[in-house]
């Protein structure tokens, strides 16, 4: 039997995986670490404020951003009304903007070295998680509405800006690698809705790619050998960049991107992870058999390689408790029957 | 091509600052400001159209929701009565325990531009809220609510029982948002239920009409 590594490599590479790969199951490598299980300790997380679950209070972030997570959400979700938005005018980014310091003493990034070296790098990815993006630090400080008009009324002042948020993310980017040695970073940023892409491909050219160019450029330079980068929309018009970015997994592609075409079209290049809605399978009435269902449609349509069958949720969890083991069951099931 | 003509285009464009000229130039050649207004709400059809369609993008929405704002800011004065908001007026919110803005913005944007006028409650907001707003807004024909989680689907369920129950009446109940669909939204009782920003301008025109 394959290591759960081996397996999604000879799933990601054409080769002969001996069963699905089952969601996060190659990137869960710190099992033990709530939520996530992946890596995401360092100094200058551990230091960022961050609601401490759902239902917690509201918290002013290392970028000055509110974050709230109210109770019984996925997730936490910057707040941008009363005042409350960092960046009230893209032009004055420069006076407002102040990116979190990561000059810490090497003795706090060394302290967190045993938890990255504790990881069976035999069994799984060393897997170390980054969010937001930058197209999400941009409305993060933002909000969305200005963010997305700063496209056509501030280009200028808003590719400062990406290249400020995107550079720090480089910096940030060389002390993980340098004290931890991750295999595969599972780094955030949405890019679309259920339906669509928030950019059209030309302005998403312009705009993103060459910022994450940098970033994932520096990455695959120095060691990760996997990109895996989340993304729970609608993107399938983003999946040449993706290549050309080497993201080596789409994950969180809902069913609206027609993901067995993607396969057909760009197998080989890049897999794709998910096609199992959340809207779908993760509400308050979920039932084994509708999960059984969708788990079936999805395994069956798009085959054995270049797809990791999963929820579109960003992480191995779920809103509603069960869902997500509830999915991995189905799957053992599907891997039982094809193959 | 007529001034009014090259309204509804630069409309469509998301030209901004062109926009608020070539309404003005449209009044001084003697275009009636309702003729202005409805060249205005068609070039937003058809954006909202061509959104639906995926053929452009949010920016481009909010680019061309942006540009006809600045033109009705001249019209404005030139209107008569309450002809800007004869469709009546639209309450609108994202449900509480629900934080997401852009879809019920756009939507907001969208339905404003056919014609109504927009009391936008935010996100976040309890049902009692949408009925003391609608106790509180004279002439409201149409309450827009919005979800964007599964596990806000239960709150969304909530707010349209407590806003029928309320027994206020003369307003129809739209909902919308990625996890719903039509059957849920017979389910809740909703009277409408829109894909997307282009097909609740529509739905809501169709509505009230």
Wanted: proline share 6%; aromatic share 10%; with cysteine.
């Amino acid at each position: 039997m394959l290591t759960r590594r081996q397996n999604l490599l000879e799933t990601i590479r054409g080769g002969n995986p001996d069963r699905f790969v089952n969601q996060y199951e190659a990137f869960e490598c710190a099992p033990d670490v709530p939520m996530f299980k992946m890596l995401f300790f360092d100094p200058y997380t551990m230091s960022n404020p961050f609601p401490a679950g759902p239902g917690a209070p509201d918290v002013v972030n290392s970028w000055g951003v509110t974050i709230s997570w109210p109770a019984n959400v996925p997730g936490p979700f910057p707040l941008h009304h009363d005042g409350l938005k960092v960046l009230k005018d893209i032009t004055k980014w420069k006076e407002v903007v102040k990116a979190p310091n990561l000059d810490f003493p090497q003795e706090e990034w060394d302290k967190y070295k045993p938890i990255a070296g504790a990881v069976d790098r035999n069994e799984y990815f060393a897997t170390y998680v980054v969010a937001p993006g930058v197209f999400e630090q941009l409305h993060y400080l933002m909000g969305m509405d200005d963010c997305l008009l700063a496209f056509y009324e501030e280009p200028e002042a808003l590719k400062e800006l990406i290249e400020y948020i995107s550079d720090w993310e480089v910096r940030y980017a060389k002390l993980i690698c340098e004290n931890y040695h991750p295999d595969a970073i599972f780094h955030h940023d949405d890019w679309g809705s259920y339906k669509s892409s928030f950019l059209s491909p030309e302005m998403f050219a312009e705009f993103i790619v060459p910022a994450f160019k940098k970033i994932y450029g520096f990455y695959k330079a120095n060691g990760v050998e996997l990109i895996i980068h989340h993304s729970d929309s609608y993107a399938a018009n983003l999946v040449p960049f993706m290549i050309d970015l080497g993201i080596d997994i789409f994950q969180g592609c809902s069913t609206t991107n027609n993901v067995p075409e993607l396969i057909k079209k760009y197998g080989g290049k890049i897999s794709f992870m998910g096609d199992i809605d959340n809207g779908v399978v993760d509400k308050e009435d979920w039932t084994k058999e509708l999960i059984e269902r969708e788990v079936r449609r999805a395994c069956e349509t798009n085959g054995k390689l270049y797809f990791i069958p999963n929820t579109t949720m960003g992480g191995p969890m779920s809103s509603y408790p069960g869902v997500y083991e509830a999915v991995s069951e189905a799957i053992d099931k599907m891997s039982k029957e094809m193959f | 091509m007529a001034k009014i003509d090259e309204v509804k285009a630069q409309v469509e464009a998301g030209k901004t600052k062109l926009v608020p000229g070539l309404v003005q130039e449209a009044l001084d050649e003697k275009s009636a400001p309702n003729d202005i207004l409805q060249a205005m709400i068609n070039g937003m059809k058809v954006v909202g159209d061509r959104f639906s369609a995926g053929e452009i993008f949010v920016p481009e929405m909010l680019i061309a929701a942006k540009a006809m704002a600045k033109g009705v800011e001249v019209l404005k004065p030139h209107l008569a009565g309450d002809a800007a908001t004869s469709l009546g007026a639209c309450i609108i919110g994202t449900v509480e325990g629900d934080l997401h803005d852009i879809g019920k913005n756009l939507v907001s944007m969208m339905i404003g531009s056919a014609g109504f006028e927009m009391v936008d409650l935010g996100v976040d907001v309890p049902a009692e809220k949408f009925v003391e707003a609608i106790k509180e807004t004279p002439n409201v024909s149409l309450v827009a609510c919005s979800a964007l989680l599964t596990t806000t689907m239960p709150s969304l369920k909530n707010t349209v029982k407590v806003i029928k129950d309320s027994g206020l009446s003369g307003f129809k109940v739209i909902v919308g948002g990625a996890p719903i669909t039509q059957e849920f939204a017979n389910e809740i009782g909703a009277d409408a239920y829109a894909a997307d920003a282009g097909a609740a301008a529509e739905t809501a025109k169709a509505m009230v009409n």
